[in-house]
């Protein structure tokens, strides 16, 4: 592919959460559109490998564009790689700041900041444990807020706009029972990013979200989320990691398995401005009739 016919060529993106199934689907989906990106999660082994499988495959496209192209890419990888992974913990004010300005450093910018960052647990409100609770409000409320704004000081003071993605859920509309903690904070999240929507909009910052259904694995990256409570799932319905997935796969109306590409491809389409749209949804369930709005 022509590398002028990228849509995202020379933009710049900051993920978080993203050594897990959707983060490695979503980098590597912008990454093949032409993004530089910045993978973002917890200092780590598995933050490391991310990086390193990232900066691997961004280096093997190099290698398979024509000679031309190959002589502008090698001019450019005197400057930073298109890869670069930032240890960063969403519920620490100074290490969102310290991650934004690392991407700066690196690239002079940031264009599109996508919010992948979320941990789960499953109890029923009335076994739950609140300082459990508080470690979910912690991480997807909190978390939410304080990268929402910076990435709002940040865009503001490039001026010249910016795209943020938040990885909703399809529990936001319709929760489960025993998931109460999820379902709640991460409809707190939503409703953050509906705010963004409107405060940032003048700054043509937009600001939308993407409203998966279970997602287990993409390539060899499980979902954290799914490793926390799939267990769980599998002893309430008396199933194996197998059958969960058919449970999940046969109970949306299109009766198909949710992928991380397919939430990588409605990333892409917010990312991409396809449409004049900020704080709106694409629900990527297969259609639940329970998640559609009431």
Not at 79 to 86: H, K, N, Q
Not at 208 to 233: I, Q
Request: aromatic letters at 6%.
């Amino acid at each position: 592919m022509n590398e002028k016919l990228l849509p995202l060529k020379d933009k710049v993106a900051l993920i978080t959460g993203a050594a897990g199934a959707i983060g490695y689907a979503v980098a590597q989906a912008l990454l093949e559109n032409g993004c530089r990106v910045a993978a973002s999660d917890l200092p780590g082994k598995k933050l490391d490998r991310l990086t390193a499988d990232l900066k691997k495959q961004a280096r093997l496209k190099a290698s398979r564009r024509p000679r031309g192209l190959r002589a502008e890419g090698s001019r450019q990888r005197r400057t930073p790689d298109r890869v670069i992974g930032i240890a960063l913990d969403v519920t620490d004010k100074a290490s969102v700041a310290k991650g934004f300005q690392s991407v700066i450093d690196t690239w002079g910018k940031i264009d599109i900041v996508v919010m992948n960052a979320g941990i789960a647990l499953v109890s029923t409100l009335i076994e739950m444990d609140i300082e459990a609770f508080r470690k979910l409000e912690k991480v997807n409320v909190e978390g939410t807020l304080l990268t929402l704004a910076e990435a709002g000081r940040r865009f503001i003071k490039q001026a010249a706009g910016g795209d943020i993605i938040i990885m909703s859920t399809k529990n936001v509309p319709s929760p489960s029972a025993g998931f109460g903690a999820y379902s709640a904070t991460k409809a707190a999240c939503h409703q953050l990013g509906r705010i963004a929507s409107l405060e940032f909009a003048q700054y043509d910052v937009r600001v939308n979200m993407v409203a998966p259904d279970a997602v287990f694995s993409e390539g060899k990256y499980k979902s954290g989320l799914w490793e926390t409570v799939g267990a769980d799932r599998m002893k309430a319905r008396g199933m194996d990691e197998k059958q969960l997935q058919e449970y999940y796969r046969s109970r949306n109306l299109l009766k198909t398995r949710i992928t991380g590409r397919d939430v990588a491809n409605a990333v892409l389409f917010f990312a991409t401005r396809q449409t004049p749209t900020t704080g709106a949804t694409i629900p990527v369930d297969g259609g639940l009739p329970d998640a559609a709005p009431r």
